[in-house]
Structure formats: C-alpha cells, structure tokens
C-alpha cells in the first residue's frame, strides 16, 4: 500500500507543477505567512475593540443624559408641587420654586408659611387664615420675577406720580392703619368676641369692596383704647386727563399777552409738595409692614388687600368710572359716557373692552390692573401682602367690627344708565373676553401664581401656565359683592 501511494506521487505533478512537493515544504510556508496573518487578525482585533469601546461610550452616555434628563424632571415635578397652597397648615415657601431664568437660581419669591398656633383668618396659609402670602415687588422684579414683563409699568407709574400726571382728579390711594387690644369695645354690629391683640393696614384696591372697609377702619380707630390713622400714599391732583385732553379755549382775544399757565389755583399750597410729605409718611409705615405674628411692635402693622376676578372687576370699574358716586367730577365720565355707552350692554362691554386696550388702562385709576395698583400703593416695596379673595370681605368686615351686611357702594343703584347697571358676565362675546384678559395679562398672572382661578384662565396663555394649581375657585363664586 505504501508503494502504491509512492508511484501516485508523480501523477500530481503532472496536475500542478508548482504544488509542493513535500509535507516539509508546505510547514515551511506555513510559517513563513503566519507573522503576517498575525498582524492582520491583531489590528483587525484592536479596531473591533476601539470601535466597541466608542459605542457603548455613546451609549452609556445618552443613558446619563436620560437618567440626567429623568432627575430634572423629577425635581421639575417636585418644584411645581411647591407652589400649592394648601388649605392646612404648611411650611412651603416660594424660595423652594427654582426659576427657570439662568442666574435667577438663588431668587427668593418670599416666605409664605404660617405663624404656628396663632388663629386669624389674617394668619395666611393656617387653617383659619382665608388668604394668600402675595409679594409684589418680588412677583415685579425685572429679572427673575415671574411678572417681569410687566416691570416696565412701575417706572411709568412714578414718573407720572412725580409730575403730578398720574390719575389726574381721580381718588387718592390710602392706608388705613388700626391698633387693637382686647379692650377696643367690641360689642357693636353682631361681633360676638374681643378683638385680639394686633396691628392690620388695609391696602384699597379699587373695585374690590374696599370703600365699605376703608370707611370701616376710621370707625374702628374712632373707639375706645383704638388707634388709628388714613396714611394716603398719594393724592392724584386736579385736571384733565392728558389721554383725554380737549383743545384749550382762547382766553385773551386782545393777545394783550399769553393765557396763566398756573393750574394751581393756590400759590401758597403746593400739591406735589404735599403728595411728596405723604409718600414719606406713608413709606415709614410701609416698613414696618409684617406677616401676622403673636406679638407687636409699635411700628408693626400685617398689610391685607382685597383682589377680585379681573372680568368682573372691569364691569363693575365701567360704572363707576363713567361718573358713580365718587367719580362724578374724575374728568373723563363724559368723555367715555360719550364715546361707549351703547344701545345694549353687550356693545357698551364691547366698546369699553377696545377702548382700554387702544388707550391703555392709564385713562382712569378704577381700570388699572390690580398688582400695579397694588405695587403702587406700597411704593414699590419688597413686602408681604395677605391677599384675601373677594368673597371674603363680610369676613373682613367682622374682623374689624363692622356689619358684614352693608355695603358703601350699591354700585348697580349707583350707575347712571340701564345698560351699566344690567351688565354681566354673560354679556361678554368670545372676541371681547379674549381682549379683556390679554389687556389684564398682569392680573391673570398674579392670580395664577397665589392659586386662584379666573375667567381668563382658558383665554390668556402663558409658558409659566403649568407652574400653578389653581384650586382655589372663590374668585369665580364671588358674585355677593359684583355690584359694588
């Protein structure tokens, strides 16, 4: 068999004269060719692994970047519960709400947690307060307040304050102050308990059931062992609104020289002189402004505020403006009774709704929003304010020893024509609501960040929307004070 594989041996020559010719030579090459087979399988290895290493760095780092994404959404979703108000007591701030404005990081919105173991409705964020912790200067900041945009309307407001130009023969801004021990007589219109010891300042937001309090305070301080005191921020002076202005009539038909300029008709008193004294007087007693406490100083006083759905502010600002009770010589009731008062409420709404948007809402004090009265009236100062929804305001007149029964104005009796008396919500189309609360954007913010509902909530848009929980509905249920 041996011999037989031998003589086969040529035959493969004859097939393939270069094919080896032994066993030996084949190994030879074999390992001749190795070193480079080697070297390729080596590189070819070292890419495959880079390569791998470069995937799954990519990988590894979106998953970071997810986890990373996922955390700050979680702390998002934490920061947006922060803002709740709730009805118990709580020790959330608005310091806890990060801003989403680069280098607004460490911003402070302010302190809004209630004093413990005190009971007062004024007690905000306890269970017996029925308010909101509100501070406007931090709500206006220009930077990383969450109604920056609207930060601007503070400096326009004090230069026409300064040149006597703002609100011109419109009522003055007040800060009725009163001082309470248990021994204040008490027992007059129902109150059935002593007052506790306290120090309150009422700021009047106009159209919002202020007259009834502001008249209610000087009766209180009128009593027994109470002190009191109407600080008037500002007195707006008289004249003709320059928004409104009519063509001046010729005095002097000789030209014997040009008409008096003087629209002081008093050399001897200075109406800005005295606006400026106010301020003053009124800025030392705003700094001694504090959140409800169980003891007081003599200078510290809690400020409360009444605000009020801005729809239904608006209504009830047309009536008095156009020349109700206390509006009858504000220099524009003719004017605007002129230009909008219709045939039906729904065009006289209409109108006015246009009106305001085309000439601003600077045309007569009762139609300015309310968080730059608001910020006007405690002269642009960085404290709080208890914010009570207007449905609260029988409550506020127990409080200080009034008939939680009557009201000052009965504005509907009070208004000049059918069509202002009779308006109401529903006489609002889609078009002019829509205007309305796009002109009143500062309020339907302001109301969202305390957590109060309105009518404007489905109509005005804005990218910090989501930030609030608007459970509390008493704006839209306060319909007992609409005709004030």
Not at 209 to 219: I, K, N, Y
Not at 284 to 306: E, M, P, R
Not at 396 to 403: F, Q, R, T
């Amino acid at each position: 068999m041996i011999r037989t594989a031998a003589k086969k041996r040529p035959k493969s020559k004859e097939i393939g004269e270069d094919l080896p010719t032994s066993m030996a030579t084949i190994s030879s090459r074999r390992r001749q060719m190795r070193p480079t087979n080697l070297k390729s399988i080596t590189c070819f290895v070292v890419v495959a692994i880079s390569v791998m290493f470069m995937c799954l760095s990519f990988i590894f780092s979106t998953e970071e970047a997810i986890i990373e994404n996922l955390i700050a959404d979680s702390k998002e979703e934490k920061e947006i519960k922060a803002v709740q108000i709730p009805d118990d007591t709580s020790t959330i701030q608005y310091n806890q709400i990060t801003p989403t404005l680069s280098g607004c990081e460490s911003f402070v919105y302010g302190d809004i947690t209630p004093q413990p173991n005190v009971t007062s409705i004024f007690n905000c964020g306890s269970n017996d307060g029925k308010c909101k912790w509100f501070y406007p200067a931090k709500f206006l900041d220009g930077d990383c307040g969450l109604g920056r945009e609207f930060n601007h309307n503070l400096q326009h407001m004090d230069d026409l304050r300064q040149k006597g130009e703002l609100w011109k023969r419109g009522p003055p801004i007040v800060l009725p102050w009163v001082s309470l021990t248990p021994e204040v007589n008490y027992k007059l219109n129902g109150r059935t308990e002593p007052f506790p010891t306290q120090n309150l300042t009422f700021v009047h937001i106009h159209k919002t059931g202020g007259t009834s309090l502001v008249t209610s305070f000087s009766s209180l301080a009128s009593r027994k062992y109470a002190k009191g005191k109407r600080f008037t921020t500002y007195m707006p002076p008289a004249g003709r609104s320059p928004l409104l202005r009519k063509p001046p009539r010729v005095t002097n038909p000789t030209n014997e020289g040009p008409p008096s300029t003087n629209t002081n008709p008093n050399p001897r008193f200075d109406p800005q002189s005295r606006n400026k004294q106010n301020w003053e007087d009124s800025s030392k007693h705003l700094n001694g402004i504090v959140k409800y406490q169980k003891t007081w100083g003599s200078t510290d006083s809690t400020l409360f505020a009444v605000i009020r759905d801005p729809a239904e502010r608006f209504i009830s600002a047309i009536g008095q403006a156009t020349g109700a009770t206390g509006s009858t010589n504000n220099g524009v009731a003719k004017v605007l009774v002129d230009e909008c008062v219709k045939e039906t409420s729904k065009e006289t709404l209409s109108c006015f709704v246009n009106l305001v948007k085309t000439n601003s809402t600077w045309i007569e004090v009762h139609f300015t929003p309310m968080v730059l009265e608001l910020s006007f009236a405690t002269e642009f100062k960085d404290i709080p304010v208890a914010i009570f929804p207007f449905i609260e305001v029988p409550s506020l007149m127990y409080e200080i020893g009034a008939n939680p029964n009557i009201k000052k104005k009965e504005g509907r009796k009070t208004r000049k024509f059918p069509v202002l008396a009779d308006m109401t919500l529903e006489d609002y189309d889609d078009d002019s609501m829509r205007i309305l609360c796009e002109v009143y954007r500062a309020d339907v913010l302001f109301l969202w960040q305390i957590g109060y509902s309105t009518n404007c909530d489905s109509v005005v848009d804005f990218k910090e929307k989501d930030t609030f929980v608007l459970e509390d509905k008493t704006l839209q249920r306060g319909h007992r004070h609409l005709t004030e």
